[in-house]
T-cell receptor, first 111, second 113 residues
Framework: EAGVTQSPTHLIKTRGQQATLRCSPI?????VYWYQQALGLGLQFLLW???????NRGNFPPRFSGRQFPNYSSELNVNALELEDSALYLC??????????FGQGTRLTVV | GDSVTQMEGPVTLSEEAFLTINCTYT??????LFWYVQYPGEGLQLLLK?????DKGSNKGFEATYRKETTSFHLEKGSVQVSDSAVYFC????????????FGKGTRLSVIA
C-alpha cells in the first residue's frame, strides 16, 4: 500500500513568488495535516483538512493557504514568499483518531 | 489548549546506555499518545502509541506507558544503538477533538560508539 506522498521533494523559489506543495494521503484517509519544520525547530502546525473542509489552522499569516480535493489529496499554497519560509513542509494523513502517517516532506528554499 | 512538553535536547549517550526521554501532556479530553521518530533527512515515522490509561506501547526495544495520574508518556529503551540517533517527538491526539496532532518540540538523540 502506498504511503503519504508529497511533491515536489525540493523546491527553490525567489522572494515574492508563490509556492505550491502537494500531498496525496494514504487510501482511505480523510484528514490531511500540514506542518512546517524550520531548521532547528520543532513542528509548527499549519493546516488541517478533513472531508474537504478546513478544520483548523495554526498561527500563520493568511498568505499560507490550502485546500483539499474530493479525492482527499491536498495542496498548500504559500504566497509572497519570504526568506523565513524556507523549511521542510510535512504532510500527514489519518482517518478519525487513528495514528497519522507522514510523507517525506517538501524542502522549500527561498532565495 | 492541548499541549505536549518534552525534555530539551540534545541527549548524547554511549552505545548500550539506558535512554529516557520525558514527555508530559495537557489535554481537555482523553488523548491518544504517540512517539514519532525522525531520522536525518527523512519524514516522521510512528514509533509507538497508546490509546488509554495504563497502556504500554512498544516497538524496536522502545517502550512508553500512558500514565494518566501523572499525565506522562516517557520514552525508554534499555540499550541504545548508534542507529537510534534521531529526533524523537512526543504527540497527542484527542478523539473527535478540534485540534490536530499536537507535538512536543522534539528531542535530538545522538548515540556514540
Amino acid at each position: 500500500e502506498a504511503g503519504v506522498t508529497q511533491s515536489p521533494t525540493h523546491l527553490i523559489k525567489t522572494r515574492g513568488q508563490q509556492a505550491t506543495l502537494r500531498c496525496s494521503p494514504i487510501s482511505g484517509h480523510t484528514s490531511v495535516y500540514w506542518y512546517q519544520q524550520a531548521l532547528g525547530l520543532g513542528l509548527q502546525f499549519l493546516l488541517w483538512y478533513d472531508e474537504g473542509e478546513e478544520r483548523n489552522r495554526g498561527n500563520f499569516p493568511p498568505r499560507f493557504s490550502g485546500r483539499q480535493f474530493p479525492n482527499y489529496s491536498s495542496e498548500l499554497n504559500v504566497n509572497a514568499l519570504e526568506l523565513e519560509d524556507s523549511a521542510l513542509y510535512l504532510c500527514a494523513s489519518n482517518f478519525a483518531d487513528t495514528e497519522a502517517f507522514f510523507g517525506q516532506g517538501t524542502r522549500l528554499t527561498v532565495v | 489548549g492541548d499541549s505536549v512538553t518534552q525534555m530539551e535536547g540534545p541527549v548524547t549517550l554511549s552505545e548500550e546506555a539506558f535512554l529516557t526521554i520525558n514527555c508530559t501532556y495537557t489535554a481537555t479530553g482523553y488523548p491518544s499518545l504517540f512517539w514519532y521518530v525522525q531520522y536525518p533527512g527523512e519524514g516522521l515515522q510512528l514509533l509507538l502509541k497508546a490509546t488509554k490509561a495504563d497502556d504500554k506501547g512498544s516497538n524496536k526495544g522502545f517502550e512508553a506507558t500512558y500514565r494518566k495520574e501523572t499525565t506522562s508518556f516517557h520514552l525508554e529503551k534499555g540499550s541504545v544503538q548508534v542507529s537510534d540517533s534521531a529526533v524523537y517527538f512526543c504527540a497527542l491526539s484527542v478523539y473527535r477533538g478540534n485540534t490536530p496532532l499536537v507535538f512536543g518540540k522534539g528531542t535530538r538523540l545522538s548515540v556514540i560508539a
